[in-house]
């Protein structure tokens, strides 16, 4: 167990980055806790699994320094990080059982048999595969073989921290959601850190206590949860999280209020922003609120989800998107009036504070 | 399901069977034909019925020939595996250095049989040959035209040249198609380089490996060109393997019906042998 801090870390695939876009992972310089479970969320290729694995030692960073408790570890093998790791796709040893796959680090360190015996039983039971123990891991499915992987990942009692790689996206959809509870329960039990890279928001959500977004080699936002969802710090994680994502229109500001086409909305207070930056408006569509007064939309769709209905509608001449409950009216004249609280501003892209 | 039954689907084979007629069954019903009957020419043919097979199985020469061949096999395939995983193993996984190790390990394999022989021939001969001249100069009494054993070290290191690279390609391919996730698994996992090779590498090249022993086998049973070229199946007999020894029989001494009958038992011996491996090495897949 140990407090991970990323300080200063920028890599780049190829030989001489010279400007930013050679780099395939940005600047990170982080502090991540002792004992946190933290997701690293992002698309396919913003960098997640590069920093996963200048974590683990499998590559190294361009530049920059990483620390496990405060002692460098940028240029220790993985071997002697001593850390965890599962991948995406199952990583098995054909030729063994499933005990002894999952004995298998544990014997690499020479722990006594006994130990050995009551860990391995230990997370079979937890991974559900028991009465597998003596089978060979060859013919199992790829769910079982990915339970093994992660199995393997949970066996050891002394690392510094479990790394997961997109685990989940091989197991069926039922099985993610005990894996991740089982995940979620063992992380309180135990007190691993835990690092989960994932495109899934769902799984980001549900199993970190801070969320840390991802985007183009970047982290744009550590955040709980709700944090995210309330107060987005970039507008890609505005658009990332939350479905439909953020309604995000250009707008220009006069005074203490924001412009959007020909109408105005006030904000508390006049947001400090230099003039030439391109500003835009946030807003989630559960707080646009559909109403007889208020600003005009035109809709084109509504979407029937099950418990709510999605609205969508040109505002401005821009699209929008507003979540309302099933029972609600479409009026023939539908307004639109947006929660005061919730409205985020974004200049160049990074959210400015208006004391909402 | 009734099935449908149409005659005139055999017409669809026709082709095919008509390949494998002429160039497999037929050839080997004359073999047949010469093996159970005794002729001296103008075409008169008298039936020996199976003593012929009862001459060749009952004598020395045949039995000698087969035992060597047997060794031969035994070493080459004890020395070409292993020294071929290895090769393999050390062989670079990206960069300039694959195309160009490629290259190199195929080239043996691209040269004629019998050019291979006289290669050999000529590199271990004492007069000329660097080899052979080396030898002597070193001290070492070599000379595979007068000495068996160094004839068969001859043989024996001229089959390693020549067919070891088919064995490092095959593993070699065995070996890319590991992904790298379960060299960092390993990694992560605390595994020595010998528990790599034989939890992850191993396992992934068995497959490959099965055809490689299974090939190299098959060859080194009817190897013929190279030791023929090389030694003549000398000095004395003491390289003469069941090839070389069929050939003396049928071409050297015309004697027709015992070489058919040898040619025979020869192929059964093959196919015996292919099976038996076969069976042996997939059987421990099917266990698990």
Redesign the interface.
């Known amino acids: 167990m140990a407090r991970i801090t990323l300080d200063h870390i920028r890599h780049s695939y190829g030989p001489k980055p010279t400007e930013a876009k050679d780099y395939a992972l940005k600047e990170v310089h982080h502090e991540w806790e002792d004992g946190g479970a933290y997701a690293l969320l992002g698309p396919s290729g913003c960098g997640k699994t590069t920093l996963l694995n200048i974590i683990?030692g499998?590559l190294t960073p361009s530049e920059g320094k990483i620390l496990f408790d405060g002692t460098d570890v940028t240029n220790l093998?993985?071997?002697k990080r001593n850390?965890?790791?599962v991948?995406?796709?199952p990583?098995i040893?054909?030729?063994?059982t499933v005990y002894d796959n999952l004995a298998?680090?544990l014997r690499?360190?020479k722990l006594p048999e006994a130990d050995v015996d009551r860990r391995v039983n230990e997370i079979l039971s937890m991974i559900d595969l028991s009465d597998w123990a003596k089978r060979?891991a060859?013919?199992l499915t790829a769910d079982q073989k990915q339970k093994i992987?992660l199995g393997?990942g949970l066996v050891r009692s002394d690392v510094n921290a479990i790394l997961f790689d997109e685990p989940l996206t091989v197991i069926d959809p039922h099985m993610k959601w005990v894996l991740r509870s089982q995940l979620k329960r063992l992380h309180r039990r135990s007190g691993f850190t835990m690092v989960y890279v994932t495109h899934d928001q769902t799984e980001a959500l549900t199993f970190a206590d801070k969320v840390v977004v991802m985007y183009e080699g970047e982290i744009v936002q550590i955040g709980t949860p709700v944090e995210l969802f309330e107060r987005p710090r970039h507008t890609f994680v505005g658009y990332f999280i939350g479905s439909p994502g953020m309604n995000i229109m250009p707008a220009a500001l006069e005074g203490s209020a924001v412009v959007v086409g020909n109408q105005q909305i006030a904000l508390p207070k006049r947001p400090a922003v230099a003039c030439e930056a391109r500003l835009e408006l946030g807003i989630r569509p559960e707080f646009v609120q559909l109403a007889r007064d208020g600003m005009p939309i035109a809709i084109s769709k509504v979407e029937d989800v099950g418990r709510q209905k999605i609205v969508r509608a040109s505002f401005e001449g821009h699209p929008l998107a507003a979540v309302v409950p099933e029972d609600t009216e479409i009026p023939a004249d539908p307004r639109v009036t947006f929660d005061a609280d919730a409205l985020n501003l974004y200049a160049n892209s990074w959210r400015v504070e208006t004391g909402a | 399901m009734n099935k449908t039954w149409n005659n005139k689907a055999w017409f669809l084979v026709m082709p095919v069977l008509l390949l494998v007629a002429f160039s497999a069954i037929i050839p080997l019903m004359t073999v047949v034909n010469y093996s159970v009957q005794d002729t001296f020419g103008n075409n008169q043919f008298f039936w020996a019925g199976t003593d012929w097979f009862t001459d060749v199985l009952h004598s020395d020469r045949f039995w000698d020939a087969l035992i060597r061949n047997l060794i031969f096999s035994f070493v080459i395939l004890a020395i070409e595996v292993p020294l071929g995983i290895l090769i393999a193993l050390n062989m670079p996984k990206r960069g300039i250095g694959v195309p160009v190790c490629l290259v190199l390990m195929a080239l043996p394999l691209l040269i004629p049989w019998n050019v291979v022989g006289t290669i050999w021939q000529v590199f271990g001969r004492v007069d000329i040959g660097l080899l052979g001249h080396y030898l002597r100069i070193l001290g070492i009494d070599y000379n595979y035209t007068q000495d068996p054993v160094d004839a068969w070290v001859t043989v024996i290191v001229m089959d390693v040249w020549h067919w070891t690279s088919l064995v490092v390609l095959l593993c070699y391919a065995g070996l890319a198609s590991i992904p790298d996730a379960y060299y960092q698994a390993a990694k992560i996992d605390g595994a020595s380089g010998w528990s790599v090779f034989r939890y992850i590498q191993l396992p992934k090249m068995k497959r490959v490996l099965l055809i490689a022993v299974l090939l190299r086998f098959m060859d080194s049973f009817m190897i013929y060109t190279e030791p023929f070229v090389v030694t003549g199946g000398g000095p004395g007999n003491s390289t003469t393997f069941l090839s070389i020894d069929l050939v003396k029989m049928a071409v050297g001494q015309f004697d027709l019906g015992p070489a058919a009958a040898m040619s025979i038992i020869y192929f059964l011996i093959i196919l015996l042998l292919s099976w038996v491996f076969y069976t042996v090495m997939t059987s421990q897949d099917a266990k698990s």
């Open positions: 683990s499998l093998p993985t071997e850390i965890a790791q991948f995406q796709f990583v040893y054909d030729t063994m298998f680090p690499n360190r060979k060859q013919g992987s393997r």
